[in-house]
Structures are given as C-alpha cells and as structure tokens.
C-alpha cells in the first residue's frame, strides 16, 4: 500500500487525502496513453529551462521579467495591468497564468464572478520541496544503480539530479512531511544521514547541498495545482472561462492538471479564445 501511496503522491505532490477521485482518474487516464508506467516519463537534456529558453528565443517580443501583477482593471475598451512597481501598461486582453493563490493577491476591478472566485479559491495546491545532494562522486552509480528510489521514510523518493560536473541526487518530499522537512535546521545533513543509513558506501561522500520550497515562494505558493473532494464537479467549469478581455490560463485550467503538457495544452485553448 505504502507503494502505491508513494507513486500517486508523487504524481499529486501531496498527501493522497487531499486529492479527490474524480480529479485522480482524470489524471490517471493520460496514464493509458503513455507506453510505460510513468507520468513523469521524459527528461529534457540540459534540464526544463532549456525547453523555456527555447521558447522564449521563438517570440516577436522581449519576454520582461521582474513585473509582479498587483491590480487589473477593465472596461469597454481595454485591460490596465498595474505592477508592483506602480507603472501601469494598457493591453486589448491579457492572458493571466499566475497559479491559483497568486491569482487570489491580484486586486481585479471590476471584481472577479463569485464563481470564479470560488473556484480559484478552492483549487489546490500541492505541497512539494526538493533537497539537492551533492556527493564527491556519483555512488549510487557505481552501486549499480541510476538513483531513482521510492522509500516509506521521510526521504520519499530519490533521482539522479546531475548535470553537467558533480554528482548530484535530488529529494523530492510531498505533503505533511514536507512541511517536517522545511522546520529541519539541517535539511541537507539529516537527509545525508537517513540515506547513509541505507547505502552506507554514500557515507562521507556528501559535499554540501540545498533545499527549495515551493510552498513558500511568493511567486508559486505551492509547487502545481491538484484537484481536492468535490472539485471537479463543483469548481472546475469555472476556472476556464474568460471575464471580459481577462483570459485564464496556466495548468491549473487544464485537463492535464499539474504538469507541462496542461499549461500548454492550456496555451492552445486560449490563443483562440483571445484571436475570435
Ligand atoms: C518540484 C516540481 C516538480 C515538477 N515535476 C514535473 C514533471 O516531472 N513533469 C511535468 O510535466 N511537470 C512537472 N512540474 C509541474 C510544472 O512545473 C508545471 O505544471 C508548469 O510549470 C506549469 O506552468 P504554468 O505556466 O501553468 O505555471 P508556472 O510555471 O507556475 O508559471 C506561473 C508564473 O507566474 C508568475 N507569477 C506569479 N505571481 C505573479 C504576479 N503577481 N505577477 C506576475 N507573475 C507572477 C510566476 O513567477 C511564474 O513564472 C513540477 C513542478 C514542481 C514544482
């Protein structure tokens, strides 16, 4: 059962209490689709950023980073975003993709429908961190292993995070067990220490590390979306549609729910909606 529990977890990125049926077959079903038995199948060579600068280098416009929506507001004729900096910028429509709790700080006038609301609201996001390993050398290879592992302590699950020089294993923690981990004093030396424990060749190995927390950063305030009891049938036809020139997108409006193909499974649903 613990097998299983981690597996789905692991797809979730929380506990398999906050996830409701409905929302996990929906997600199961892209399963048959897959000829192995993972969701999480593919890897990109130099890592998902490439596959961002890649498309980021495709575009007519400059991509701006830094500009944190804080208020939009629409009329007859046009949206006005204002940023964090208080500089304003005028636009036909906008395609909003923040995730679901970044959407709840953004003040919208006129005000989001109750039913938009309500459905960003109750959308759930996962709770995920990484802990990143660096070891003087890869020794879970020379043990004959590529460094995936799925384990019912507090570790979770384990894969081979290299790139490029030093040797690296990443720790990816979901759930209650991730918020133990982020009131660890010393994240990077306990998990060091509960990996020893089991492959005692990796002892003394460890070189230094780090921890991320998508729960806490502003920007994300969790890692991906999941759909939690009741969501499906209550929230979900409510999360896509557009109010006025304001467009939604981002894999939380998608069938796809939680992964890459869902925000853009998601681009391709509202480029019409915005070109009609
Ligand atoms: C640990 C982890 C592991 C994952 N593993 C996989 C995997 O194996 N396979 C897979 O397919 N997917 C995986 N995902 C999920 C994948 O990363 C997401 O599904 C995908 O990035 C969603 O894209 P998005 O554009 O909808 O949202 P995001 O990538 O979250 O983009 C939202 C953007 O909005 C920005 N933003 C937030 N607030 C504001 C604001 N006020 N103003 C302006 N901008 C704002 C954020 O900075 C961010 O850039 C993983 C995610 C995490 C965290």
Not at 93 to 102: G, N, S
Not at 240 to 260: K, M, Q, S
Request: negative net charge; charged residues 25%.
């Amino acid at each position: 059962l613990w097998w299983v529990n981690s597996k789905y977890r692991s797809d979730e990125g929380d506990d398999l209490e906050r996830i409701g049926l409905l929302g996990w077959l929906g997600g199961f079903m892209h399963y048959l689709d897959r000829e192995g038995d993972e969701l999480s199948s593919h890897r990109f060579p130099g890592g998902t950023s490439a596959l961002c600068s890649l498309m980021a280098g495709s575009l007519r416009q400059e991509v701006r980073f830094g500009q944190v929506v804080r208020r939009v507001t629409q009329d007859a004729s046009g949206v006005t975003l204002q940023f964090e900096s208080e500089s304003t910028e005028r636009f036909d429509r906008v395609v909003l993709t923040l995730p679901p709790r970044c959407l709840e700080d953004v003040v919208f006038e006129p005000p989001l429908g109750a039913s938009k609301r309500c459905a960003v609201e109750a959308c759930g996001m996962s709770r995920a961190i990484k802990i990143a390993l660096r070891y003087e050398r890869a020794w879970w290879t020379e043990a004959g292993w590529g460094g995936s592992l799925q384990t019912d302590q507090s570790i979770q699950q384990t894969w081979d995070g290299t790139l490029g020089e030093g040797a690296v294993l990443n720790l990816y923690i979901c759930g209650d067990e991730a918020l133990n981990w982020l009131r660890n004093p010393d994240p990077v030396g306990s998990a060091g220490a509960e990996l020893a424990a089991t492959y005692p060749e990796s002892g003394g190995l460890l070189l230094g590390g780090g921890i991320h927390d998508w729960i806490n950063d502003p920007y994300a305030r969790g890692a991906f979306s999941h759909l939690p009891p009741r969501y499906v049938l209550d929230h979900m036809p409510d999360i896509v549609p557009p109010e006025g020139r304001v467009h939604f997108a981002g894999e939380h409006t998608a069938n796809w729910v939680g992964f890459i193909e869902g925000a853009l499974e998601s681009a391709e649903r509202v480029v019409p909606e915005v070109t009609r």
